[in-house]
Structures are given as structure tokens and as C-alpha cells.
């Protein structure tokens, strides 16, 4: 059965700070790893990586996936209020390309 | 920007009733997906569908069906609602397999 696991599922920043949020999976005939912001209605896409060590980056955002350990990271540097929101990890595998997501990392930035 | 669109953001229903939700995306894409989200339990599966009258079971099925009759447009239908099957419902769709699946705002279904 395919598995992702994110951590921590919450935290709590001030604005400012620098976050890094974890995603691991264990699935057969992985395709992709893909990153999803969820604020109060749909999910929206931030990365989607195939390939290990090569960093994907959208302003203060960047992640980057590790095959080898089966992981990858999110990081938002210097966090803003506009950042709170769900972050959804899912993993991409099979010939359908299935998602299969974690349970949600919910991050709070307080002013 | 592709589009997905559901028909309902809220609808409330009793059980036993027969429950449809529709999804309909501008973009032409070949694959669609209906998952639902729960608190504690992330968004799962319950049907997808990659081309017109195709169907795949998703993880969690039982209770549901689907329907694809054209391209744009996948239907989600509670056979006879229950009250376990209130949660928020969100479908998606994707073009080939290289490309990310892209979502609509989701209907909350609250079955009394």
C-alpha cells in the first residue's frame, strides 16, 4: 500500500521566520512528488518534482526531493501572514499517475 | 489557467437520498478525479477517470459510483447517502501524467 507521512502535521511561526516542512513516502513505481497549497477552498499547485537533488523555487518558496531517502522538503523563507495555509503532500505512481497525499502540514504565521 | 468547476460550494442532504456532485473542467484533459478530505485523514481517492466511459476504483469507493459520459464533465453519485459520508468533496483533473492535477473549490456535503 502506498504511504506518504508529512511532519510536522502542525507548527506555529512568527513572521519572519524560516520554515522547513517534511514529506517521506514509501509507494511503487514512483512517478513524482508534488507540493500543494490549501487555504480555504482548492488545493493550489506549487512543485511538482521528478528528478533528485535539483531544486524547484517560486520566490520565497523552494523544495527539492531526495530519492534516494524517499523524502523531500518545502522551505518559505521569511514568512508572511499569507502564508498560513494547509501544505498537501502527494505522490505521483503508477501508469494513471495516482495521487496518493499525506495528511497536511497546517502552519499558522503570526504577525 | 485551467478551470475546474463544481457545482455546489455547500449542499445538504438527508440520508438515503441519491446524492449527485458534478465537476466540469474547460481544459480538455483526459483525466479526472474525485477525492474526499477529512480532518485527520487527508484527501483519499474514491474514484478516477482517464478518458470517456472509463472508470477506476480509487481507495475508498464503497458507496459511491461515477459517471463520464463526455469528456469535460465527471459526476460523483451517493447511491443512498449516509451520515459517514458528510466531508468536504473535491474533484480534479489532469492532462497527461507528466502534469499536476488541478482542483476545484470543493463541495461540502453535510448528509442529515
Known amino acids: 500500500e502506498d504511504k506518504v507521512v508529512q511532519s510536522p502535521l502542525s507548527l506555529v511561526v512568527h513572521e519572519g521566520d524560516t520554515v522547513t516542512l517534511n514529506c517521506s513516502y514509501e509507494?511503487?513505481?514512483?512517478?513524482?512528488l508534488l507540493w500543494y497549497k490549501q487555504e480555504k477552498k482548492a488545493p493550489t499547485f506549487l512543485f511538482m518534482l521528478t528528478s533528485s537533488g535539483i531544486e524547484k523555487k517560486s520566490g520565497r518558496l523552494s523544495s527539492i526531493l531526495d530519492k534516494k531517502e524517499l523524502s523531500s522538503i518545502l522551505n518559505i523563507t521569511a514568512t508572511q501572514t499569507g502564508d498560513s495555509a494547509i501544505y498537501l503532500c502527494a505522490v505521483s505512481s503508477g501508469a494513471n499517475s495516482k495521487l496518493t497525499f499525506g495528511k497536511g502540514i497546517t502552519l499558522s504565521v503570526r504577525p | 489557467d485551467v478551470k475546474v468547476t463544481q457545482s455546489s460550494r455547500y449542499l445538504v442532504k438527508r440520508t438515503g437520498e441519491k446524492v449527485f456532485l458534478e465537476c466540469v473542467q474547460d481544459?480538455?484533459?483526459?483525466?479526472m478525479f474525485w477525492y474526499r478530505q477529512d480532518p485527520g485523514l487527508g484527501l483519499r481517492l474514491i474514484y478516477f477517470s482517464y478518458d470517456v466511459k472509463m472508470k477506476e476504483k480509487g481507495d475508498i469507493p464503497e458507496g459511491y459510483s461515477v459517471s463520464r459520459e463526455k469528456k469535460e464533465r465527471f459526476s460523483l453519485i451517493l447511491e443512498s447517502a449516509s451520515t459517514n459520508q458528510t466531508s468536504m468533496y473535491l474533484c480534479?483533473?489532469?492532462?497527461?501524467?507528466?502534469?499536476?492535477?488541478?482542483f476545484g473549490d470543493g463541495t461540502r456535503l453535510s448528509i442529515l
Open positions: 481544459m480538455d484533459h483526459e483525466n
Open positions: 509507494v511503487t513505481n514512483f512517478r513524482s
Open positions: 480534479a483533473s489532469s492532462g497527461d501524467s507528466n502534469q499536476p492535477q488541478h
